[in-house]
Structure formats: C-alpha cells, structure tokens
C-alpha cells in the first residue's frame, strides 16, 4: 500500500459537517454580508474639503469623459459591431449595448429557409435507489431543424451523457448497479415532427398561447413589429391575455432567439428592450468557453434572473437560463428550473429547393 | 449561469463569484457548493471543534476578497483551498500539538458524550508530525483534497515544477517513516482498524 493510499483510507474517517453545523455556518456567512455591505466608514479628509471635491471630482471627470467620446466618435468610424463592443464591455446598466445590438442584429444576413439548431439541456437528479442516494445531471441534446416555408420543424431528442458532481457520486452510482440514462430519466432518443414552429421546445415563448392570441397567428414570430414602440405594445397585450400575477421580465418574454425573424424585427426586439427600465450587462463566459455579453433581467420567478448571453459581433442569442436558484453542483432535491441552453456557434445553414 | 466540461459538471463558480460582486447573496451558492468540503479538509488537519471555526472564517474571507478572484478560473477550489491554508498557518502549533498527542495515543478514545475522537493511527502521526507545514499542505491537498498539479500550484502560489518536486520528496520522506516505524505490519493495522 503506497503512502497516500495510507493517507486516503485515514481521511475515509473524516466525517463531512452535519446539517446543523452548516446551516449554522450558513446563517453566520449571510450575517457578515449583510454587515459588509453597509457603507463604509467615512474617509479622513476633512468634511468641508470632502464635500468640496465630492461635487469638482465627479464634475471634471464627467466633462472629461463627455470630450474624449464625443472626439472618438468623431474621429473614427465605426462598424455596428464595433460599436457594440465598445459599447457592451464591462458592468453596468444595458440600455446603451441593447441599442447597439439593435443597429448589429440590423445589418445582420437574414437566415436561410432551413435553419439547424442544436442545444444542450442540462438536467440535474437527485436519484435514490437500493437505499442508495446520488446526484446525477444527464445531458439532453436537442437537435431541430426548422422549416421557414413550410413553418414546420423536425426534432430530435437524445439523452447523450451522464455526468456526476463529484467522485462519490460516480461511486455510488457503480454500487447501485451503474443504471442507464434511460433507466434514471425514463427518456429514450426521440424524434418528433413538429406541425407548427412555435412550439415550446424549439423557440422560447414565455406563454406561446397568449402570443398567438394577440397576434392572431400560429407563429407569432412573423408578426413582430419592426417598430420598438409597437412592440412594446405587443408585450403589454401578451401580458393581459396570458393574466401574469405582476409584470413579468421582458427579457425573458421577447422570442429573441427566432431563428426565422427578420433582421429589422429583431433590431426592434433589442430596442424595445433598451426601451424597458432595470436591465443590466455583463461580460461572461458560457459553458463552451465563448465570451459574450451577457443581459440579466427580471425573469418572473422570485428570487431568479433570466440571463441571455449574446455575441456581441452578431447579436446571436449563444446561451441562456435563470440564475439564482441553485446550480447544476448544488442541485438539492425541490430545486427547480435548473438548465441552460448552450447554442452552438454558427447555425450550420442548409439552403432548401422550393 | 451553470457551466460544465469534460468530466466535471458544474464549474462556473467564476460566474457565481462575478455576480455575487453585485448581488452579494448570490455568495451563499459557493457556499453551499465547497463548505462541506472545507469544513472536512480543515476537521482532518485540527479537528471538529476548531473547524467550525476555520471553515467560517475562510469563507468570510472569501467573501471580502472576491474582488481579487481570477475569473478565468472556472473552479474555485484551489482558491478556496489557498484560503484555508492561509487560515490555517495561525493554527499550525496546534495541528502540531494534535499529532504528537495522537502517536502518543494506541486506541481510538471515546469521548464523554460518546463519539469517537477524531484519530489517526499514531504510526500515520507520527510520519505527519516529521513533515513541515508547508509539505503537510501539499501532501494532504494531494491525498485528501485530490487536487491536481496545477491545482496544488494555484492554492499554494508555486510553480507547477516546484509543486511536482516538492510532492515527490514529500511522498519519498512520508513512505521512509511509514516503512521504518512499522515495517509495513502497522499500516496493515491501520486498515482494519478503521473499517
């Protein structure tokens, strides 16, 4: 036996913290945030003085600022997505980078009439069996191929792979006689033909019914105003008909990811919701390391944010979920409306012979 | 925003640490995630008691200085880890005291409101209380954290070089006390008794 096996069977006696110590623990760390987050303790200077460059400081740095872009913009021209990536670096309020990706999505190329689109959901379990407990997220791949002519689209669901949080989990899993995907999801590859697009599974509508009730059409998408006002309007409708409790995050309601919108119908998209107070932005990375900017607003679940991750370049929807209620690692049994949608780069493009 | 790769689900706590910048609760989820992991690495290196201690203290540490987290660490483990080490080192003659304690002891004790006393196998003490802290850090993140090279490197600020050699002198010395004091006989005690 090598010395870290030694090592290995002594820390087997090291007990994980029980319940009650963590939850302590838990209480402790929230207090010292809410501790930390009050204000600081005023500086030294003296308060006169304090107040005196508290007004000239932030006043000369705005003129500054207002000179110095004012030039550059004047000095360079600039691309839509050049413009946008000036616009959407860093943290901050999201109005500004929404109106540049409005002027992106603009000159954007419409798509052909057969669009592929590929996502990955993730699906995390807590599974019990022989009296043995592990968690355990299967991975779905959903593969669409949707039909712009015909309105039509054809699906294909696998379940691909199990993955485990951790070691023990994987461990555990072996002990309980290594079940099957199917075996824990009761899903087997499926492959459905869809009659009509708007169909839950392939675009995001936050209540599909109510879409096509104040559209008046089956795929609601074709009816999206090209004028941001108008579509803000549209959304108020969409509110009433579907009788949400409160108003509901436009983020998350908006079909942004429509792959057979036109270029000026999603330009009005991300102006209408420049348009909505309370959105923010933030450069993140996704689960297949591209970077894009991220938008983060209301979702209409308590406690959640709905984050939409978008290229900058292309103003293309590349992932997007609800943060704020666990994650994948922390999944605990109740959690729910725990995924993300990972969208593979570029839309591989068929074109169609009518 | 929840990320994955390879064989580990779920990373993503950059992004978790990256919100919690503005949403500061948003911490309480790597909480959730590493605090059993801490609390246990810290219990096996100072015991129950002192734990509790030390794995809240390395999180409120955390907390305060989440501005300074490489975002372009997926995991956060490692930091986390050099957190605990950092907590750790105030604590490093006690650790001491604890290990020579227990080579003194033959038998796991029971204490007076019955659970077992948190023990090593005085002869697996004993080879730990020959180390240094430094090379007890290493080590143990090696063997109970299960970090891996460039892990161990990002916890403790070394080089990955300096990290492979130092672990395999570590584990060189280690295996010569193990050996020496027992002739192997002791080791083979150690895994019945703890079964």
New interface residues.
């Given amino acids: ?4 096996e ?12 029980d319940e009650s ?2 939850r ?3 209480v ?3 207090g ?2 809410e501790s ?2 009050r204000p600081a303790p005023h500086s030294r200077l003296r308060p006169l003085a304090n107040r005196r460059l508290a007004v000239a400081i932030p006043l000369v740095a705005c003129l500054m600022l207002v000179v110095a872009l004012s030039l550059r913009e004047r000095l360079t021209a600039v691309t839509p997505a050049d413009a946008a990536v000036r616009r959407c670096s860093g ?1 901050g309020p999201a109005d500004a980078c929404l109106r540049a990706l409005a002027q992106v999505a603009r000159v954007q190329a419409p798509l052909a009439p057969v669009v592929y689109q590929k996502l990955q959901q ?1 699906r995390p379990e807590l599974v019990r069996r022989n009296g043995l407990q592990f968690r355990v ?1 299967g ?1 779905v791949t959903v593969e669409s191929w949707l039909n712009g002519t015909q309105g039509t689209a054809l699906q294909r669901t696998s379940l691909e792979r199990l ?3 951790t ?1 023990h989990d994987r461990l555990v899993w072996m002990r309980a006689g290594s079940p099957s995907a199917r075996a824990i999801f009761g899903s087997t590859p499926a492959r459905t033909r869809v009659r009509a697009i708007p169909n839950t599974d392939v675009l995001f509508f936050s209540d599909l019914r109510a879409w096509q009730r104040a559209t008046g059409s089956t795929r609601p998408g074709r009816f999206i105003p090209t004028d941001p006002a108008r579509v803000l309007q549209l959304l108020d409708r969409v509110r009433r008909i579907s009788g949400a409790p409160g108003p509901v995050g436009a983020l998350a309601d908006l079909p942004l990811r429509d792959p057979l919108l036109l270029p000026a119908q999603r330009a009005a998209l991300f102006a209408a919701l420049a348009m909505t107070p309370g959105a ?1 932005r ?1 450069t ?4 297949l ?1 591209r970077v894009g900017i ?1 938008i983060i607003g209301r979702s209409g679940y308590a406690g959640s944010q709905w ?1 939409t ?1 978008f290229d900058v370049h292309t103003s293309r929807v590349l ?1 997007e ?1 609800v ?2 209620q ?5 999944h605990t049994p109740g959690t729910r409306r ?1 995924w ?1 949608e990972v969208f593979r780069p570029q839309p591989r493009i068929t074109p169609v012979r009518p | ?5 390879g ?4 990373t ?1 706590d ?3 640490i ?2 919690s910048l ?8 790597i ?3 590493h ?3 801490i ?2 690495f810290l ?2 290196r100072v015991g129950a008691d002192l ?2 201690d030390l ?2 203290e390395v ?2 540490v955390a ?2 200085r989440r501005g300074t987290y490489d975002l372009s660490r997926a995991d956060s483990r490692p930091w986390l880890y050099g957190i605990a080490i950092n907590v750790l080192r105030r604590h490093r003659r006690w650790e001491a005291r604890r290990l020579s304690a227990m080579m003194r002891a033959a038998d796991p004790q029971i204490t007076s409101e019955g659970s ?1 006393v ?4 005085p002869a ?1 003490a004993a ?1 730990l209380a020959g180390l240094s802290f430094e090379e007890r850090n290493l ?2 993140l ?3 954290a ?1 970090l891996s090279y460039e892990q161990l490197a990002d916890a403790l600020a070394l080089p990955v070089g300096t990290v492979r050699s130092r672990l395999h002198r570590t ?1 060189a010395k ?2 010569a006390t ?1 050996v020496a004091d027992a002739e ?1 006989d002791v ?1 083979g005690r ?2 019945e008794g ?1 079964r």
């Fill in positions: 036996m090598s010395e870290i030694v090592l290995r069977r002594a820390w087997e006696s090291v007990e994980e913290p110590t963590t302590d623990a838990r402790r760390l929230l010292d945030i930390l987050r943290r993730l997220v991975v993955h485990f949080p070691a923010r933030v993140l990375r996704d689960p390391h991220a984050i991750l992932a979920g943060q704020g666990g994650s994948v690692a922390s725990v993300l | 925003m929840i990320a994955f790769e064989g580990l689900v779920a993503g950059a992004t978790l990256e919100g503005t949403e500061a609760a948003s911490f309480a989820l909480f959730d995630r605090y059993p992991r609390h246990r219990r096996g734990a509790d794995a809240s999180f409120s907390f305060r077992l948190e023990h090593l196998d697996l080879a080590i143990l090696f063997a109970w299960e584990r280690l295996r193990l192997l080791i150690t895994g703890h």
